[in-house]
Nanobody
């Protein structure tokens, strides 16, 4: 059993910041990568940020320069720092964990950017 839990979402004003947290627990052998994706109403799920176990990162075009993904010391946690948030960043943010035997998704955390 593998559990993926996101936290840190909420309501923030335009220009504000949020830090999302993804924690993976359970029968984990080796985490190959962790990623954040988001889905706004009526839109497809899109990549926000991705980090490989060797440390390489990748960002979606819509958030480049405004967010940073990192891993915790225990390596089963990933953080997403979002800065200069815009109303178009409003979405449910999901964490994906890539393990040797498959990938797993969390339930998501809502981020709403509004004044």
């Amino acid at each position: 059993q593998v559990q993926v839990v996101e936290s840190g979402g909420g309501l923030v004003q335009p220009g504000g910041s949020l830090r999302l947290v993804c924690e993976c627990s359970g029968m984990i052998s080796s985490i190959n990568a962790m990623g954040w994706y988001r889905q706004a109403p009526g839109k497809q799920r899109e990549l926000v940020a991705h980090i490989h176990k060797i440390g390489s990162t990748k960002y979606g075009d819509s958030v480049k320069g405004r967010c940073t993904i990192s891993r915790g010391n225990a390596k089963n946690t990933a953080y997403l720092q979002l800065n200069n948030l815009k109303p178009e960043d409003t979405a449910v943010y999901y964490c994906n964990v890539d393990l040797d035997y498959g990938d797993y998704w969390g339930q998501g955390t809502q981020v709403t950017v509004s004044s």
